[in-house]
C-alpha cells in the first residue's frame, strides 16, 4: 500500500460536559493556547480548540440531547472521542479505506472555512472514532 505523501494528527477529541470546567484544566494547568470556542448549533456541540504544538486538543460540549455526541457522554462519560488526521486528498484516502473494507460514516462534508471531513467507523479503525480533514 502506498504510503499518503501528507498525513499527520490535526488533533485529538475529548467530550466533556461543560466546556466552563475543562477549559481551566487544559489551558491554565496543562498550559495549552485557548485558540477559540463555537458553539456549532448544525452539529448540536460547543467547542473549545487548544493549540498543542502543531496539533490541537478539541473539546466536545453536546447542547443537544439526541446527537451521537451527546449519547456518546451519556453511555461513556467524558474522555477521548475521536482522533483527527489531516490529509491532502480526503477522497483518495476514504477511497483507499473503502477498498480496504473500512466502514466509512457518510459522505465527507464541508466546514464554513472550507475544510473537507468525513469520518471512519471504530469498528473498522480498532475501536478508535477517526476523522479525516482536508483543509483548503
Not at 485558540?35 to 447542547?63: N, Q, Y
Not at 469520518?119 to 479503525?125: D, G, Q, T, V, W
Amino acid at each position: 500500500m502506498q504510503t499518503p505523501s501528507h498525513i499527520r494528527v490535526d488533533h485529538i477529541a475529548i467530550v466533556v460536559k461543560a466546556l466552563d470546567h475543562a477549559i481551566p484544566f487544559y489551558s491554565q494547568a496543562l498550559g495549552l493556547q485557548l485558540e477559540r470556542v463555537e458553539d456549532l448549533p448544525a452539529e448540536g456541540v460547543k467547542i473549545a480548540f487548544l493549540l498543542a504544538g502543531d496539533s490541537g486538543v478539541e473539546l466536545l460540549e453536546p447542547t443537544v440531547p439526541d446527537t451521537g455526541v451527546a449519547r456518546f457522554l451519556g453511555k461513556r462519560g467524558e474522555g477521548l472521542h475521536h482522533i483527527c488526521m489531516e490529509v491532502e486528498d480526503i477522497q483518495a484516502v476514504l477511497d483507499r479505506l473503502a477498498a480496504a473494507g473500512a466502514e466509512l460514516i457518510g459522505t465527507p462534508q464541508q466546514h464554513p472555512d472550507g475544510t473537507l471531513y468525513a469520518f471512519i467507523h471504530p469498528k473498522s479503525a480498532h475501536g478508535v472514532l477517526l476523522e479525516l480533514y482536508q483543509k483548503p
